[in-house]
């Protein structure tokens, strides 16, 4: 396995161009800050107006990892959106048949990609050689008419004119809900080891921490739905550390019900690159679907740092920091590596995680699974397919 691996990582290297050769020398933190099951309980199963839909791009307070808690900005994606393979047949769910087999470039202009990235993400592109589109799956907010508090007026904006004879039925905008699933662009299979759904590059002026949604679930089998997700963190063409996973996952998030996964980013800087991968459950047919991604900007956080004396290395002198001021409170400059007051043994694990870099690279909210620690061969080398 250790030669397939190097050969994957070989491969992003030989394909990636010079552009994407320089990398950031900051901290970066990565958290998983846990996953929401059964958003609405919105998956489309039939049956006549209105649709039950997932309210991930409306104002909610069940929305519990929303970035804000004030209304009407309770939703995911505050500050961008990706969605792929989607459709919007309003007030029909089902008027397109199902594809399985979508262009990877989403060029299929039934199954349009639905993306709004944030100014400081330069570059973005999907890993997985597959989307999959049409099918029975769940209806969602759809993000180009819905965001803040749903709208019930059929006002030609949010809906069609209640005169263009579609039926006054309340029915909320909402698109379909598409796939990107099937093995990545270097040939990995979900049911072996974590394999790229999409990756994305930082660009100028990102903020501080934000928090990245992976839409899994509501498709038109329990099977498809992933059995872990992935983030792992690129610096250049350098993978840093292993895929940083939710653990596997629970049964109420191996169903049809729309499911997000999220994850913390701390200190990102220009030209990071960070990838989300996938792994199968059992009878998937080699699948492991995310549907989308959304982008929230957090607040009032502070990536960990264990370079106490400000040098840009994280050393011996850095413990010897740390170990004049363990037990009592303090700040960076005392050893407190979390900025939580206290200069404690959780300073001192990340003082390990980090030792030797000027990075931090952990921050690791649940072990992976063993498979887990093969590196994602995300295939950095087409991100600027969908450059803004």
Request: hydrophobic share 40%; net charge negative; charged share 15%.
């Amino acid at each position: 396995m250790k030669s397939r691996r190097n050969g994957w990582i070989r491969g992003v290297l030989s394909l990636l161009g010079a552009a994407w050769l320089s990398s950031s020398a900051g901290a970066v933190s990565l958290n998983y800050a846990g996953s929401q099951a059964n958003l609405d309980n919105g998956y489309y199963s039939g049956g006549e107006l209105p649709y039950t839909t997932s309210y991930w791009r409306s104002d909610d307070d069940h929305n519990i990892y929303a970035a804000s808690t004030e209304s009407p900005n309770r939703y995911y994606g505050t500050a961008g959106y990706a969605l792929f393979a989607t459709t919007f047949s309003y007030p029909d769910a089902n008027v397109i048949g199902g594809n399985a087999y979508l262009n990877p470039d989403g060029s299929n202009p039934l199954y349009p990609n639905l993306i709004d990235l944030p100014e400081w993400v330069s570059s973005s592109q999907p890993l997985a050689t597959r989307m999959a589109g049409g099918w029975g799956f769940s209806l969602i907010d759809d993000p180009v008419l819905q965001h803040g508090i749903r709208h019930w007026t059929f006002d030609g904006v949010n809906y069609p004119d209640a005169g263009s004879g579609a039926p006054n039925t309340g029915q909320n905008p909402y698109v379909k809900m598409g796939y990107l699933d099937g093995t990545d662009i270097f040939g990995n299979d979900p049911n072996l080891a974590p394999t790229g759904r999409w990756a994305f590059t930082v660009g100028a002026n990102a903020p501080e921490a934000f928090r990245i949604g992976v839409i899994t679930g509501g498709s038109d089998s329990e099977n498809f739905v992933p059995a872990q997700v992935y983030l792992q963190q690129y610096q250049g063409t350098t993978p840093v550390g292993t895929p940083l996973g939710t653990g596997l996952l629970a049964d109420t998030l191996k169903d049809r019900f729309v499911d997000m996964h999220f994850f913390d980013i701390i200190g990102a800087q220009e030209g990071d690159t960070f990838a989300i991968g996938a792994m199968a459950g059992p009878n998937s047919f080699g699948n492991a679907g995310v549907a989308g991604f959304s982008f929230d900007v957090l607040t009032n956080v502070t990536a960990d740092d264990a370079d106490f004396d400000g040098n840009g290395t994280v050393d011996g002198a850095d413990f010897l920091i740390w170990q004049r001021g363990s037990g009592a409170t303090g700040g960076l400059n005392q050893g407190d590596a979390n900025n939580d007051g206290n200069v404690n043994a959780a300073d001192l694990e990340i003082w390990k995680t980090q030792f030797g870099t000027g990075a931090a690279i952990g921050a690791i909210g649940a072990v992976p699974e063993p498979a887990a620690v093969m590196l994602l061969a995300i295939g950095i080398c087409g991100i600027a397919r969908f450059r803004k």
